[in-house]
């Protein structure tokens, strides 16, 4: 599969300047950082949760762990992981396991660890497990604009 089809309108639209970066099939964030020589706090991971109000995506280093206890209290709300059928039906475009970390591509609400957009750079999934979409920490600070920031993960 090639990079899904919302994420690739989605930044044309955005107008935001990217590079894909090519890597062997892997399912494994750790392993990608490593075969493309990327920092792992600079790949960005993506966690579909279930709220009251529906599904939303927080975003973390691929090095963390997500704190869902913190984001519970930080939202106000019980969160849960979403299971793997929810993520397929609502990213029918994308590999399973390869969700890219742009919520308004799917027009979802989004949560972006602070620790992100204080990269120079940041990676993530292009939709497939064959590559990778680079963008300035800048670009990403634009592609997540209006989603809530803080921190709500740890390194793991």
Known sequence: MAMAKKLRE???D???TFDLVKHPFTVSSSRIAEQTHIPGDALAKCVLLRC????MIA?????????LEHLDWLFDDHLEFADEE???ARFEDCDPG???PLGGAYGMRMAVDEDLVL???VYFEAGDHRQLVHVSGEAFGRLTQGAFLGIFSYHA
């Open 10 to 12: 989605y930044l044309r």
């Open 14 to 16: 955005s107008q935001v």
């Open 52 to 55: 009251s109000q529906g599904m």
């Open 59 to 67: 975003v973390i280093p691929s090095t963390h762990r997500i704190d």
């Open 86 to 88: 929810e993520i397929t």
């Open 98 to 100: 390869a969700v890219p």
């Open 119 to 121: 990269r120079r750079d």
